[in-house]
């Protein structure tokens, strides 16, 4: 599904990456795991393509393409899709239109016709529902005034309408309750097949109780330093980050 | 009365001359480029095929068309006169902003005729009265000029959409206006300004209002070469409000300018103002916003917002809100910005697979939707959406 060699990124001459290397097959979720400021987030937007860090170095490969050049647009088309740490508010622009916008963009690269109004209707409903948000929903603006539950449901939601094959979850369990995180996890069980893949940018265990990794790496300073199991997990719940540094 | 204004106002224009830099008003728009046009022509034989409906009352060239007049549906409903027959001065006189303006003074002394328009007390207006302003130029440079003042008696609730249409030469369009608002009345006003002419616009709008009065202003400009615009409302008595929403849009080298002075002279008033402009190329804009809360005015509330999108690094936003407060017990803000379009939201949208040009324009488009979605009227609305689209599409 996804392939990282070497990956090596920096934001304003500040080395983040210091050579990455993942490999997530089809149908597997991944997590990694680190420290505030071990490079997690930055890995997970510059795999999307965000235009403010600068790639040094590295290969960053999706279904055996090459896409560490390519848009952010395109590396979405192609089926990789972000659920942002801190989604940002756009007033104006409704969930409904910007859903359709992205849903024809996306059908029109794979060459399917547009979803008709009904259809695009009742699928989002049926989610809304399954998420606990009112149909309501869909006339807000993008993630305005939006609780911070409602901002993860709203990215829940844009995961199980455009069904990409590699969603990144950046930090998603953060700043939820009990009862939003069992949702959310729903939500990616749900959005989970043989065919796609996931990987969770996370600092706790928590979203793990629910969600269950088939492996797990931790990162330190731009390195992906130990992979394992869940044991790992554990390990670092009991110990912390610090006999991974030797 | 015509020819007493036309006389104050010709030894105004003589005392004062055209404004220059130094003016507060002028600091950031040139009028030399104003001085080539000249009235000696205008609104001679001008015929045009179309001035609208019954509810419309049409100006070619700013005077009235006899076939609008005579069709006009509220005819019976109001009071129509000359200016020139009133006899009351106080009808007549506007701001004593506006008499520190040269150029209004320009416009007043070339006026060929002027309407008062008195909407009877207990008449019914369910339909908005639209004002066209049909400007037709066979002649280069040409200076139009007009006066019309409207009176709102208690009760009366109205809606006025004023469209402006240009063919021809560019020319220098000269609107003066006055709004009498009688005690609890309902004034909606919708201006909608789009030109392809190159022409330029100047506009005097002075609103006077009476208790409880509840006044909406409304306006969309796009495609002018030269657009600014006085706006000045003096809230009189206890119990009015008053919400002006204005959205601008420029291109290549145009200028708008909105300057507004809002004077809280009672208790109990709310005042909001809401300019945005989007500007592209090396367009520029102007806002001076002025809340005047007088000694006395308390339980004031009001609220100034201009906010700039610039689409270029050679576009260009002025913006001086100023609140003048003698009161002691009131609510009053302002604020103003202007940056490029978001980074963080282009590249939101662009993760779910837009296009940037498509998230460019979502974001301009949502912009300018946050003041149009605060239009009264869902006709102007509506217009003013698929002008916006017209605009982005180029």
Known sequence: ?246 | MLKKIQKHSHARFEELGYPSKKLENWKFSSSKHLKKYDSSNSGKNISIDHCGDEYTLCFVNGQITLESLNKFIYKDDMNILDIDELNDETTCSTSSNFEKEALFHLGLSTIKSGKYFEFKQGSKFDTPIQILNFYSKKTEALRISSFNIFKLNDGNNISIVEKDVNEGSGSFNLSLNKFICADDTILNHSILYDDNTESNYLGYNYYELGRNVLLNIDSMNINSTFNKNFIEIDLNKEGSEVKINILNLARNQQHLDNNILMNHNAEHCISFQNVRNILDDQATCVFNGKVVVADGAQKTDSNQSNKNLLLSRNATAHSNPQLEIYADDVKCGHGSTTGALDKDSIFYLRARGIKESDANNILVKAFAKEILQEFVSDDIRNLSENNLSHWIDG
Request: proline share 2%; with cysteine; aromatic share 6%.
């Open chain 1, 1 to 246: 599904m996804i392939k990282i060699e070497n990956l090596k990124a920096s934001i304003e001459d500040k080395e983040i990456l210091k050579g990455i290397d993942l490999e997530i097959p089809k149908g597997e979720i991944h997590v990694i795991m680190g420290r505030n400021g071990s490079g997690k987030s930055t890995l997970a937007n510059v795999i999307a393509g965000n235009e403010t860090y600068e790639v040094d170095s590295g290969l960053i490969a999706m279904n055996g393409n090459d896409i560490t050049e390519m848009s952010i647009e395109n590396r979405a088309l192609q089926g990789l899709f972000l659920c942002f740490q801190y989604p940002v508010a756009i007033p104006g622009v409704s969930m409904a239109y910007f859903l359709r916008a992205a849903l024809n963009a996306k059908n029109k690269h794979d060459g399917k016709e547009e979803m008709d109004a009904v259809k695009f209707l009742a699928t989002a409903k049926k989610i809304l529902s399954d998420l606990g948000l009112d149909d309501s929903f869909l006339k807000r603006s993008i993630n305005d005034g939006f609780s911070g539950g409602e901002k993860k449901k709203s990215e829940i939601l844009q995961l199980l309408m455009l069904n990409p094959q590699l969603a990144i979850l950046d930090e998603t369990d953060s700043g939820l309750d009990v009862d939003a995180l069992r949702t959310v996890a729903k939500g990616v069980n749900e959005f989970k097949n043989d065919n796609n893949s996931v990987l969770i940018i996370t600092h706790y265990q928590r979203l793990l109780e629910y969600i269950e990794p088939d492996v797990v790496h931790i990162m330190i300073d731009g390195k992906i330093v130990k992979s394992g199991d869940m044991k790992l997990v554990h390990e670092v719940e009991k110990n912390g980050y610090s006999w991974l540094m030797k």
